[in-house]
T-cell receptor, first 113, second 112 residues
Framework: EAGVTQFPSHSVIEKGQTVTLRCDPI?????LYWYRRVMGKEIKFLLH????????ESGMPNNRFLAERTGGTYSTLKVQPAELEDSGVYFC???????????FGQGTRLTVV | KQEVTQIPAALSVPEGENLVLNCSFT??????LQWFRQDPGKGLTSLLL?????REQTSGRLNASLDKSSGRSTLYIAASQPGDSATYLC???????????FGKGTMLLVSP
């Protein structure tokens, strides 16, 4: 069984540009989460999808971040326009049911220069 | 607001030692607690998940305990090996939510 897959693994962009991160959850997992770790800080929650609906987006830092999950399958996280403080590692996770074990992807390392 | 703290931040031990990693959380109303391992440049690998009704979970040389009343969890690693070198993270899932609050992690180095 394939795990959670994230693309790209690394991305370096200039300030002001747009970047789109993609996450493919484990097949059949309705719950999909985005987390982020910035330098020196702990991993923090960004948002939670149940199928195609946003269950909780309380962790999204500002309106430059847009997450979608069309058809309840893969998800994208777009940052537009990117700022220097957006640099970090973005993790995606999925679970079969709420409050059950979460499985994480390899993460996307985003560097904004 | 839940806060998770991990002590120590870094730990270096010789191969073969038994060791304990500590995790504390401020809000005892958790649904479960999960321990992860992260290798450099890699994702998070789930090691153990303890439900709030459980006291401990074991997997191979790993044993995790949970004491909700005191807001503490420990990860015990027996007979450590160089391959155990990684960052260990604990994360609490609060009741009523489905999201994890992470600690900053303990960086473990096991020397041959």
């Amino acid at each position: 069984e394939a795990g959670v897959t994230q693309f790209p693994s690394h991305s370096v962009i200039e300030k002001g540009q747009t970047v789109t991160l993609r996450c493919d959850p484990i097949s059949g997992h309705d719950n999909l989460y985005w987390y982020r770790r910035v330098m020196g800080k702990e991993i923090k929650f960004l948002l939670h999808f149940v199928k195609e609906s946003k269950q909780d987006e309380s962790g999204m830092p500002n309106n430059r971040f847009l997450a979608e999950r069309t058809g309840g399958t893969y998800s994208t996280l777009k940052v537009q326009p990117a700022e220097l403080e957006d640099s970090g590692v973005y993790f995606c996770a999925s679970s079969g049911h709420m409050n059950t074990e979460a499985f994480f992807g390899q993460g996307t390392r985003l560097t904004v220069v | 607001k839940q806060e998770v703290t991990q002590i120590p931040a870094a730990l270096s031990v010789p191969e073969g030692e038994n060791l304990v990693l500590n995790c504390s959380f401020t809000d005892s109303a958790i649904y479960n607690l999960q321990w992860f391992r992260q290798d450099p440049g890699k994702g998070l690998t789930s090691l153990l998940l303890i439900q709030s009704s459980q006291r401990e979970q074991t997997s191979g040389r790993l044993n995790a305990s949970l004491d909700k009343s005191s807001g503490r969890s420990t990860l015990y690693i027996a007979a450590s090996q160089p391959g155990d070198s990684a960052t260990y993270l604990c994360a609490a899932m609060n009741s009523g939510y489905s999201t994890l609050t992470f600690g900053k992690g303990t960086m473990l180095l096991v020397s041959p």
